[in-house]
């Protein structure tokens, strides 16, 4: 699956202003990416992943899917939204039926599918989250857990069968176990399921370890669009923006300045780890 | 997509007829709408229109914004003068077409009528279009206060105006990006008979009636932990102020006021 975006801009209809919320964005996401989208807030990152799947429409350029340009009037919406699945901020905020069951087949029903495929699906979507599907199914999502209720909001959208997944910020408001949770489940749908995802994240060290290429947004142009590694070079620039490094990358860079010639571009603990005690054994052996 | 519904239609300007103290406009208007059903003339008409177009351009709103105003109305008025020109009876015969005959009568009452409902709204709008809604409810708390005695809780019912109309735009707001997310999952809102398109707002309304409460829970919450405990004492960030051109536009408010109801 081919998502391009050429020259789109945007304006919300009802800002008084006129700011654009997106300043000419051309950008290609192909299979098989793990994209960190990050940026301070109001640089546009939600409104860009809306376009994504068609929320909302750009106020010029376009946004091709697969070949189909889905800014054209006669486009069917349905069929982009089973492809590429979005999970809004906060989306335990959508919850709406009794039971978690329910709530999960909302898409799969929405999409026409007979209530067997529907039954499997919910019950894969609910494992895949970490919910037990006997213990959980008749439950009220509304009393649940916060932490409970976006898995089942994330569930919701993952039964769908996504090709493409979409997160906006949804490790906010999470505890330590269940952002770890979270990265977990999205390595094991980028490995296991062959998803394409596309993180929007302040966590820079969510987005250093799971991403293999970084949007970095400002102001509603896309300021950097590369490798992590490249990315999180730019100490200078990224904190200009306004934005953390990740603590790794943050340790390295200190070391670095205090004369220890570490290499910068390492966001797993265990290889930092590494990197340090062989550059400290090798230091003191001089 | 919700969000550019605007509620209430105030358009801030900096006008003398916006810097009018809101008691003194809210009177006005009152009095104005009131003579306004003992006008029996055209040439009453004809003053009172005049007086809204001064008022009009001292307020500085684009005449085209009020004409788009009364686009609400124009069914109203539109059945008012059907009703009128074809059932009202009386008069020379104007037109005669089998059992359906428009009678002087009937042209007259019903133009009549559809300038009185149009200059009601013109007159009721430049109140709202020119007075911001906290400053509505801050007029109406203050005219409602001498009925505090009698046990109208008038401080209530502008607290709770003015809570109300601070949560709206955060709550179209909710419902717009509930709305996308159910969209993003499949959900239709803009198909179907009236049946199915009732229901298929449940999973837009059941999640915007929870934010709601939980919204109302912490608000009271807030507002207790800051010791708010009704309207008694309360002093307030802006007073207001009677100033001379209120009692000015008072004056020739009743001077008009008194033309219209005795002439
Ligand atoms: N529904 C909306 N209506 C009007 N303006 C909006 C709306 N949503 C976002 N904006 C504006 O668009 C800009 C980008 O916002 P957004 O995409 O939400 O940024 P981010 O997700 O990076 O915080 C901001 O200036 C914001 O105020
Ligand atoms: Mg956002």
């Known amino acids: 699956m081919l998502i391009e975006l050429k020259n789109v801009s945007h304006i919300y209809d009802d800002d008084l202003k006129g700011t654009e919320a997106l300043k000419d964005i051309n950008l290609r996401i192909s299979d098989q990416e793990f994209i960190g989208l990050v940026g301070h807030t109001g640089s ?63 898409g799969p029903r929405n999409l026409g599918l007979s209530e ?110 590369d490798s992590p590694a490249r990315v999180f070079s730019e100490v200078e620039k990224i904190r200009e923006l306004g934005l953390d490094l990740p603590e790794i990358t943050e340790i390295l860079w200190r070391l670095n300045g205090k004369g220890l010639r570490v290499r910068t571009d390492i966001f797993s603990l265990a290889e930092a780890v590494e990197e340090i005690s062989r550059e400290l054994r090798g230091s003191s052996k001089c | 997509m919700l969000r550019n519904i605007t509620i209430g239609q105030y358009m801030a300007r900096d006008s003398i007829i916006h810097n009018m103290d809101p008691r003194i406009k809210i009177v006005i208007t009152i009095m104005m709408i009131t003579a306004l059903f003992f006008i029996d003339s055209f040439s009453g008409y004809g003053l009172f229109f005049l007086s809204v177009l001064v008022i009009i351009s001292l307020s500085r709103i684009p005449l085209l914004r009020i004409i788009k105003g009364l686009r609400p109305v124009l069914f109203l008025v539109m059945l008012t003068l059907i009703l009128h020109v074809f059932f009202t009876r009386g008069g020379e015969v104007i037109w005669q077409w089998g059992f359906i005959s428009i009678e002087a009568e009937g042209l007259y009452t019903g133009f009549f009528m559809v300038t009185r409902i149009v200059l009601l709204i013109i007159f009721t709008s430049l109140l709202t279009l020119t007075t911001s809604p906290l400053e509505l409810t801050d007029g109406i708390e203050y005219l409602l206060s001498p009925l505090k005695r009698v046990g109208v809780p008038a401080s209530e019912l502008a607290m709770m105006m003015t809570i109300a109309l601070r949560f709206i735009p955060t709550l179209l707001e909710e419902a717009d990006k509930i709305m996308k997310a159910q969209m993003a999952r499949g959900a239709d809102f803009e198909s179907g008979n009236i049946v199915k398109r009732a229901r298929n707002l449940i999973p837009l309304l059941v999640p915007l009636f929870i934010s709601a409460f939980r919204r109302a829970d912490d608000l009271a919450l807030a507002m207790e932990s800051r010791c708010y405990h009704g309207g008694e004492g309360r002093t307030r960030l802006y007073e207001l102020k009677v100033k001379g051109t209120d009692f000015a536009a008072l004056g020739v408010a009743l001077l008009l006021c008194m033309v219209f109801i005795y002439f």
């Open chain 1, 44 to 106: 546009g990152k939600s409104t860009l992943v809306q376009m994504l799947n068609g929320l909302i429409k750009p106020s010029s350029g376009s946004v091709i899917i697969d070949g189909v340009n889905i800014t054209g009037e006669k486009t069917s919406l349905l069929g982009i939204r089973r492809k590429i699945g979005l999970v809004f901020q906060y989306p335990e905020h959508q919850l709406f039926e009794e039971t978690v069951y329910g709530d999960v087949a909302f």
């Open chain 1, 116 to 225: 067997e495929e529907v039954e499997l699906r919910v019950k894969e979507a609910l494992e895949l989250v970490g919910l037990d599907y006997e213990e959980f199914k008749d439950r009220s999502p509304f009393n649940l857990s916060g932490g409970q209720q976006r898995k089942v909001a994330i569930a919701g959208v993952l039964a769908m069968k996504p090709e493409v997944l979409i997160l906006d910020e949804p490790s906010a408001g999470l505890d330590p176990q269940g952002r770890q949770q979270l990265i977990s489940l999205l390595e094991y749908l980028y490995n296991n399921k062959g998803m394409t995802i596309i993180l929007v994240s302040h966590r820079m060290e969510e987005i250093a370890r799971l991403s293999n290429r970084v949007i970095v947004m400002s102001e509603g142009e896309i300021v950097f669009d």
